[in-house]
């Protein structure tokens, strides 16, 4: 028996550009996604008429699986395994490339073509930010508008390859987690109601970071990422207890000292990132930096992700339902 195969990538996402709403479109934002962590999901056909999932984060996984059945109309039960899942609540962008890789393969058992407004209609993803939608479709830097009230995913306005050279240390201290849920609706809710003043984050997207990135400036890059940092986090301090997650300040400050200009919080964190030119830097910053942050702190060196969401086929070995 056939079954479908996806692997998706975690997702950076370096900040919102209107969270409070102040435009037609709120929220929008930009992000990148990176090799590792990474979801993968198999999916196939059951016998039996209902949806059962096994491996990692199963009831979550289970209820994707029965939306997604539903949207596409498929008649036949679906067995989910999920093989690798990305960490929940650090800010990598778990449920929605979770989500979406089921979509996607319950999209191809049913034979149906999928976009990712489908995919995201299909798992009730994507309702503020999109830009876990549109790192799934394809790799690179993205820059997505903002949503209205129609319940469409945010539009992507810009997609640029990150270069070929640079590499991200990707930092996750262990057992904390940011903002989500019920909490993460409530905080949205009271920034519309009191907004603070508009940040510049549009300005320091269009006219230093993107420039700074397909021109490959990794300083000026650098420099705006930083400044677009402390623009959205101060507009979440009150919530998060600083500019940054309590355990993600002490590893912004340290990748600061070991000279990486590009550095920031994902989401709500508590994941860190810290962009570099070159393999080769990446993996010195990454040694120090596990010296400097002692043992309760995951860090590793990972590329850009280079392909988007994949999909293969494959014989199963699970036995028959």
């Not at 059951?46 to 109309?73: C, I, K, P, S």
């Not at 549109?134 to 270069?163: C, K, N, Q, Y």
């Not at 508590?270 to 830097?281: F, H, L, S």
Request: proline share 6%.
């Amino acid at each position: 028996m056939t079954e479908i195969v996806v692997t998706a990538p975690a997702r950076l996402h370096f900040g919102m550009l209107d969270p409070a709403g102040l435009g037609a479109r709120r929220f929008g934002g930009c992000g990148v996604a990176v090799e590792a962590p990474r979801v993968v999901v198999a999916v196939r056909s059951a016998a039996r008429q209902d949806v059962h999932a096994a491996g990692w984060q199963t009831e979550r996984a289970a209820e994707f699986a029965r939306r997604a059945r539903a949207a596409f109309g498929y008649p036949d039960g679906v067995e989910v395994e999920v093989r690798e899942a990305i960490p929940p609540h650090v800010g990598l962008g778990s449920g929605t490339k979770l989500g979406l890789a089921i979509a996607l393969g319950v999209a191809e058992l049913a034979g149906v073509p999928a976009d990712p407004q489908q995919l995201a209609d299909a798992t009730g993803r994507g309702a503020r930010s999109s830009v876990g939608c549109w790192t799934f479709a394809a790799p690179g830097l993205v820059v997505e508008a903002g949503v209205h009230a129609d319940g469409s995913i945010s539009p992507l306005v810009a997609r640029h390859l990150m270069p070929e050279r640079w590499r991200c240390v990707l930092v996750l201290p262990l057992d904390a987690e940011g903002l989500s849920g019920e909490a993460e609706e409530r905080f949205f809710d009271r920034l519309r109601e009191r907004p603070a003043g508009e940040p510049s984050v549009s300005r320091l997207l269009l006219s230093a970071l993107l420039p700074g990135l397909v021109t490959g400036d990794i300083e000026e890059f650098g420099a705006a990422l930083s400044a677009l940092q402390r623009e959205i986090g101060s507009m979440f301090a009150a919530q998060q207890g600083g500019v940054f997650h309590p355990r993600a300040a002490p590893v912004v400050e340290a990748l600061g000292r070991l000279g990486v200009g590009a550095v920031g919080q994902s989401s709500w964190g508590p994941a860190v990132y810290g962009i570099v030119d070159g393999p080769e830097r990446a993996a010195e910053v990454a040694e120090r930096l596990r010296a400097a942050v002692g043992p309760d702190t995951d860090v590793r060196m990972v590329d850009f992700d280079r392909t988007g969401a994949r999909v293969a086929r494959a014989r199963s070995g699970w036995a028959a339902a």
